[in-house]
């Protein structure tokens, strides 16, 4: 398993914001620290301009440098433009990394999944799933699943894939919560598996084998996940039910499609978040 991580990418926050530098540090700690997982470390590389304007509007993409809050959630940063290209340089990174045979954790911030094709929103600047998946898409791949189970509905991730040739988006997040899509499905290829507030954990878990499900059938020769924390049941943000076991079991899952396969890290926001991420790389892992 390797891990793409920056120390850099935990040089802005804000007082307050739940999206803070804490969720890497610690998370990094923890994975140092045990010696169940093999791990190899890597830091991103780079990306070009026209590799993010495969999913951004030029005007949107120019707003980054403009010092200026995004919406209340999402503040504009000194350099936010380039916090964000380091989070897409590392998905494109684990893009290729899955390529060549190998598992694959973008642990980077900012999250992306939110980023819309005309506008930075939900703590995300810009898409990295999305920037990856066209990545994918334009050298080579035909069948590329996106599988986002973050609690919120990625719907940034839905408006720059919606139609998209030789994509399927698939997600499963409550509903209604933020930020308030993802109730149907949309298009050929965007499939929505919305959650109630307050469903149990056991409902929640056979909702995401469903999404699965559809996914195998799918027959992806490559897979894309959003990793959100957040359906987890202390986290502060949602009312979900998830436990750790859930996420071993989701990286265990994907594991069995058996397809070259990269994640990147969206939301969560609970203290236990170190120990949900090392539980879903020991899914993915076999361990
Ligand atoms: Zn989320």
């Known amino acids: ?49 026209e590799q993010i304007l495969r999913a951004h509007a030029p005007e949107m993409f120019a707003r980054l440098d403009k010092p200026e809050d995004f919406d209340a959630d999402t503040p504009f940063f000194e350099n936010i433009a380039g916090y964000a290209r380091a989070s897409v340089a590392a998905s494109l990174d684990a893009l290729k990394l899955a390529r060549a045979g190998q598992n694959v954790f973008s642990l980077m911030r900012p999250p992306g999944h939110h980023a819309m094709r005309e506008k930075s929103m ?59 899509t993802g109730a149907e499905n949309r298009g050929r ?49 949602a009312d979900g039910p998830l436990l750790a076991e859930d996420f071993h079991w989701l990286g265990q899952t994907l594991r069995a499609l058996n397809v070259p396969l990269f994640t990147l890290l969206e939301g969560g926001y609970s203290r236990d978040l170190r120990e949900l991420i090392f539980a879903y790389l020991k899914g993915v892992e076999g361990k």
């Open 189 to 237: 290829n965007c499939f929505n598996y919305p959650v109630g507030p307050g469903t149990p954990r056991l409902t929640y878990r056979a909702k995401l084998a469903h999404a699965l499900d559809d996914l195998r059938s799918f027959r992806p020769d490559l897979v894309a996940v959003s990793a959100g924390f957040d359906a987890y049941l202390r986290d502060p943000l």
């Open 122 to 180: 939900g703590f995300c600047y810009l898409n990295n799933i999305a920037i990856a998946t066209l990545e994918a898409t334009a050298t080579g791949a035909r069948r590329v699943a996106v599988f986002d189970f973050d609690v919120h509905h990625g719907n940034g991730t839905e408006d720059i894939l919606l139609n998209q040739p030789g994509i399927e988006f698939f997600s499963v997040h409550q509903h209604p919560t933020y930020p308030g």
């Open 1 to 49: 398993m390797t891990i793409i991580t920056d120390e850099h990418c935990t040089g802005y926050s804000r007082a307050g914001h739940p999206e803070r530098p804490q969720r890497i540090t610690t998370a990094v700690e923890r994975l140092k620290s045990q010696t169940e997982l093999p791990l190899t470390w890597t830091t991103p590389t780079s990306v070009a301009d």
